[in-house]
């Protein structure tokens, strides 16, 4: 049981770390489309365990393998790593221009000093309301000599503050919120779009795999211990079945359907001999079966749901449905065709072997109305033969039937 619950779990955490991870693709790459600073892309939460740097992003595996995350440059708000009348070390290009913010005593500067102004985020911003002359960007220090210095800063300047710990300056045209907002909106997006893509694809996916059914009365094989396990394999095809000659799918399920617990006779391409046995009928209305009983009488194979509470038991004989003699599977599941769709009331009398004597006895329940089942996908009875359709690789029936699935 454990073993089972851990594999579950295991299960559990690699499909939601994958939706995860698409989602945060879907935000990194239209974010990286328009131009927003993109820090980080992670796999997986908590400490880091492996990065690589390419180009402005970093990107990472962390500890925990749950999901993961994207992180963007004025996602939350706009925001500098420093202050007025911090004392911070500045490093410089070939230029003389700010490449490097340090942050860290620990850390080499060319240049210390106490920050007395600074602009990080907008290069546009007026130096007074009276000048149409912009700032840039800067930061202005006051060195250990009393001196104050303006240094230019390059967009690209990173601020260090531990070792092998950076972050990229973000000016306001690679902030997220400084976009317009159909931009943001469609950063936004991208994450949920990316989980109904990935959606689809496992639809498209898996209908590729089981293929498109084929119109033939074509069976690919025969389900173990169902009713023609032991007479035939796979791969054969049906051209008659009670007499009546067929040629699709259609065609043979709609008589295995008119025959509910009746004996079937089946002719096989390629084979003389006829293939005879008693078809499964499921009455899910009443909670009955005659899986298990080879005979057309209306013998229970199994009862489940609340037949079963009531008292219903496999061997009992029906021979009375709502005070309706009934004989057959055939005439028990005509008079469920015909019942009202909302009808739940049900009594059932049948024949059991009590203490060496067979008795009749009433089993009266209620299940669910016919509607509800119908609402839910499934019919009142099915009638079964253990068998499974041919199917055919289609590339096109499986995109379509992606997005039909999906809708």
């Not at 770390?17 to 796999?43: P, R, T």
């Not at 095809?237 to 043979?252: A, K, Q, R, Y």
């Not at 067979?358 to 669910?368: A, I, N």
Request: proline share 3%.
């Amino acid at each position: 049981m454990m073993g089972i619950f851990l594999l579950n779990l295991l299960v559990f955490i690699l499909v939601l770390g994958i939706i995860i991870l698409l989602h945060e693709l879907g935000h990194f790459f239209v974010a990286k489309q328009i131009g927003v600073l993109c820090h980080e892309y992670s796999i997986g939460m908590g400490p880091a365990l492996y990065k690589y740097k390419k180009g402005e992003t970093t990107y990472s595996i962390r500890a925990i393998p749950i999901g993961g995350y994207v992180s963007l440059a004025g996602e939350d708000n706009n925001f500098a790593m420093i202050k007025e009348n911090d004392t911070i070390g500045l490093r410089f290009d070939e230029d003389k221009k700010v490449s490097g913010i340090v942050l860290s005593y620990d850390l080499e500067s060319e240049v210390i000093g106490k920050v007395k102004s600074y602009e990080l985020f907008d290069r546009n911003k007026k130096i007074s309301e009276d000048s149409d002359e912009v700032s840039g960007l800067y930061i202005e220090l006051e060195l250990e000599s009393g001196e104050i210095v303006r240094y230019t800063v390059l967009d690209n300047a990173k601020y260090y503050y531990g070792k092998e710990k950076e972050l990229q300056i973000a000016p306001k045209e690679r902030s997220l919120n400084s976009k317009p907002k159909w931009q943001r909106f469609l950063v936004m997006f991208a994450g949920p779009l990316m989980n109904f893509v990935l959606a689809i694809l496992l639809f498209i996916v898996a209908f590729a795999i089981t293929g498109k059914p084929v119109q033939e009365a074509k069976i690919a094989k025969t389900i173990p211990n169902g009713p023609l396990a032991s007479v035939v394999d796979k791969n054969f095809t049906v051209t008659e079945i009670n007499g009546i000659s067929i040629t699709t799918w259609d065609e043979l399920s709609k008589e295995i359907y008119n025959n509910p617990g009746s004996n079937i006779t089946l002719k096989i391409e390629g084979k003389d001999e006829l293939v005879s046995f008693n078809s499964n009928v499921l009455i899910h209305y009443l909670g009955v079966t005659n899986v298990g009983k080879e005979a057309e009488q209306l013998v229970i194979g199994s009862v489940g749901g609340t037949a079963e509470k009531s008292g219903l038991k496999p061997g009992d004989k029906i021979i009375e449905y709502n005070a309706t003699p009934v004989t057959t599977w055939k005439e028990l599941t005509t008079l469920v065709d015909e019942l009202d769709s909302s009808e739940r009331n049900v009594t059932l009398t049948v024949e059991r072997m009590v203490n060496s004597s067979v008795e009749q006895l009433p089993v009266s329940y209620k299940t669910m109305p016919k509607d509800t089942f119908i609402g839910q996908g499934v019919n009142p009875y099915e009638v079964l033969i253990g068998v499974e359709r041919a199917t055919k690789f289609n590339l096109g029936y499986a995109f379509k039937m992606g997005f039909v699935s999906f809708g």
